[in-house]
């Protein structure tokens, strides 16, 4: 079974600058989250699509970040303009929708921002 | 106050021995879901191991297990019998909320990394 899928995989952008990052998750899986990583701390989520649908968006900056899922498989994050803090891994995750919903992970994005 | 926390920035353990890993949570919701993952240098988190909060075993996946005190409130990995490829990040999550309905998010605590020896 494929695993969580992302692209690209590594990027540098300059401050004030756009960047979209892909995601496509397991096979079957109908949620997908998105995670921001800064160096040296936790994964913080910063959105939940159930489907195409958005179950949690608390924590996403709406004024510079936005987030889509179509057609409920793939999905991209955009940031726009990027600022010097939004350096960090963004690492998208998918979870089943049956059993202990196990969240799995992909290899992450590493956005650096000059 | 944190919902996850892990006190120990690092560790190191000799190749071949046991090590425990700490984390404490802190929950009102009476169901919820304990995690570990590993995050090696490459970046992927990869999944260990899940105890629910109504499990009455400790889970168990290979040489890892999770040492689960309900009433301390702690969720401890141990890695028995470590091997160099253990080397990495480890981070405790919760999601909170039981397994019907739509899953709810992680928190992550700040990751433990785990150095071993030869």
């Known amino acids: 079974e494929a695993g969580v899928a992302q692209s690209p995989r590594y990027k540098i952008i300059e401050k004030r600058q756009s960047v979209a990052f892909w995601c496509n998750p397991i096979?079957?899986?109908?949620?997908l989250y998105w995670y921001q990583q800064i160096l040296g701390q936790g994964p913080k989520l910063l959105i939940q699509f159930q489907n195409n649908g958005v179950v949690d968006d608390s924590q996403l900056p709406k004024d510079r970040f936005s987030a889509e899922r179509l057609k409920g498989v793939d999905s991209t994050l955009k940031i726009q303009p990027a600022k010097l803090e939004d350096s960090a891994v963004y690492l998208c995750a998918s979870s089943p929708p049956t059993g202990m919903k196990t969240q799995y992970f992909g290899p992450g994005t590493r956005l650096l921002v000059l | 106050a944190q919902k996850i926390t892990q006190t120990q920035p690092g560790m190191f353990v000799q190749e071949k021995e046991a090590v425990t890993l700490d984390c404490t949570y802190d929950?009102?919701?009476?169901?919820?879901?304990l995690f570990w993952y590993k995050q090696p240098s490459s970046g992927e988190m990869i999944f260990l191991i899940y105890q629910g909060s109504y499990d009455q075993q400790n889970a168990t996946e290979g040489r890892y297990s999770l040492n689960f005190q309900k009433a301390r409130k702690s969720a401890n990995l141990v890695i028995s019998a470590s091997q160099l490829g253990d080397s990495a990040m480890y981070f405790c999550?919760?999601?909170?909320?039981?397994?019907?309905?739509?899953?709810?998010?992680?928190?992550f605590g700040t990751g433990t990394r785990l150095q071993v020896t030869l």
């Open positions: 096979s079957g899986h109908a949620t």
């Open positions: 999550a919760m999601r909170e909320g039981g397994n019907t309905g739509t899953a709810s998010k992680l928190t």
């Open positions: 929950t009102s919701d009476p169901s919820y879901g």
